[in-house]
């Protein structure tokens, strides 16, 4: 009989390196957030560089024998998609690539049971169970790692604060406290070596962003923007967070980049996007209904934060160098969008915002009521664009054949910052068409956020070009590169097919 065998420490590794930060940020983050996803409020973290130890206590749900169990096998969670930040006991399996033991004891109800882990070789990872240390008095997980390198950076007081203000900062600020306390309803508190770590104090030089959806009174969405003269390096651009947890920070996943980069600050909190998060949960899915509803907040915040870019008068852009031709088959591509939009929801997120006017963006699974932003009191925000709408919020079955069916219920955004008015920035909304020179990639292009990148050194785009077909080249790669994310994959054929028709009676 054969044996299937793992290089445990190779596929730590690489699990390792699909995070952007160091492995000490990364397991730190990981092992908070699956603190919080077991509905802890409290999380203790003491460091003793004399016996280099790292100790992480909460008083969330604790774990059964079973889990206890299966929690010590790499392939193994016990978390359900669209229902969590942490991923699969992550930060404490990398943990054992930097530590001589890991020791995690647990309560629940009338358990009380502990384990030790570690790294012993290549392919080998053995744990025991051992009696508890006594590290957990109350309901809850302690994990204690016993690091190899006795300067390790989770030694430092200083880096585990720093650590945890960056990827959790709307726990520590009162602005999200009543948008997060569905998810945490007895709040969340955090202590570094016995001292409580502060929370911050409401700053009036903030716009602050809210976000309704339809007839909702509670917020789908919160934030600010900030604008100042003195920002540290990793306080600068718009950071995504859900559920408390930042999983984007910068300019790059907005689509937007203001003259004054380096001057404006601001965090948007979207619980909703939970649903939206890859698998290790480091970003978000771009794809499927959960994609959809990524680009659909996404639209909404992009026009929010670019109507008060405008108000603060950032510098426009510098004009469009591209040739003449590509715009225009830019413009021609929009209306093939807009026209589709009504049978294919999610193009809608690819349509530019044209002055005057607003267009729909369509989420994921039930979609809200159509709304509208409007200034309130300094802040930005989302209301119901048709008092009139009536949705069907009692539960009623869908329609029959012969009654007539309803229009997909969607959100539109249209924004009205708060502010002094400043000359407007031409932000780029909608979608964009850029070239790149991928000789080894078989793929026609490749969509990234709302720009369509077409590899020109494809041996069919060549073609195309020699042909001066260029257009007909890139309208197929947009068909076939947006047919993923428009719909499942048996109906591919048919909305190439419905592009193509579209895109050839506008000619």
Aim: aromatic share 6%; glycine share 8%; net charge neutral.
């Amino acid at each position: 009989m054969g044996e299937t065998r793992v290089d445990l420490l190779h596929l730590l590794e690489d699990l390792r390196d699909a995070y952007p930060g160091s492995v000490e940020e990364t397991i730190l983050t990981e092992i908070v957030a699956n603190s919080l996803d077991s509905q802890a409020a409290e999380i203790v973290v003491h460091t003793d560089p004399v016996a280099s130890t790292l100790t992480v206590s909460d008083d969330g749900s604790g774990m059964s024998r079973q889990a206890l169990s299966r929690y010590h096998d790499l392939a193994y969670t016990s978390k359900r998609r669209g229902q969590s930040i942490g991923f699969a006991g992550v930060g404490i399996k990398l943990g054992l690539l930097i530590s001589d033991e890991v020791v995690t004891e647990t309560r629940r109800a009338r358990t009380h049971l502990a384990t030790s882990w570690r790294l012993s070789s290549k392919s080998r990872a053995p744990w025991r169970w051992i009696e508890p240390p006594g590290l957990q008095e109350a309901p809850g997980t302690t994990l204690r790692m016993y690091l190899s390198n006795p300067l390790s950076e989770l030694l430092e007081p200083g880096f585990v604060e720093t650590v945890l203000l960056r990827h959790f900062q709307p726990l520590f600020d009162s602005d999200f406290d009543q948008l997060l306390s569905a998810t945490y309803p007895r709040g969340v508190r955090f202590t570094v070596n016995g001292r409580p770590l502060r929370r911050f104090d409401r700053d009036p030089d903030r716009v602050a962003v809210l976000l309704k959806i339809g007839r909702q009174r509670k917020a789908s969405a919160v934030g600010y923007l900030l604008r100042s003269d003195v920002l540290a390096e990793d306080e600068r651009g718009i950071a995504i967070s859900t559920r408390g947890k930042v999983i984007k920070r910068g300019w790059d996943w907005l689509g937007l980049t203001p003259e004054d980069a380096d001057r404006i600050s601001g965090v948007l909190e979207v619980p909703a996007l939970v649903e939206s998060l890859t698998l290790n949960k480091a970003d978000f899915v771009r794809t499927g209904p959960r994609g959809a509803t990524y680009l659909a907040y996404r639209k909404a915040l992009q026009e929010a934060v670019a109507g008060q870019l405008g108000a603060w008068g950032d510098a426009p852009r510098p004009p469009d160098r591209r040739p003449r031709k590509v715009r225009a088959l830019e413009r021609d591509l929009q209306s093939v969008l807009a026209g589709l939009s009504d049978d294919y929801p999610i193009l809608a997120t690819l349509v530019e915002r044209r002055p005057g006017g607003q267009h729909k963006l369509p989420f994921g699974g039930p979609a809200p009521v159509p709304t509208r932003a409007v200034a309130v009191g300094g802040a930005l925000e989302l209301e119901d664009a048709n008092p009139r709408h009536d949705a069907r919020t009692d539960g009623s079955p869908e329609p029959t054949a012969s009654e007539p069916r309803e229009a997909p219920q969607q959100i539109a955004a249209v924004v009205t910052p708060s502010g002094k008015r400043g000359p407007r920035k031409p932000a780029r909304l909608g979608l964009s068409v850029r070239f790149d020179s991928r000789p080894e990639d078989p793929a026609l292009g490749v969509l990234i956020e709302t720009t369509l990148w077409v590899n020109d050194a494809h041996p069919a785009f060549k073609r195309a070009a020699a042909s001066r077909s260029e257009g007909y080249h890139i309208a197929i790669t947009m068909a076939m590169t947006l047919a993923p994310l428009a719909v499942e994959a048996h109906d591919t054929h048919t909305f190439i097919n419905a592009f193509l028709s579209e895109w050839g009676g506008r000619g």
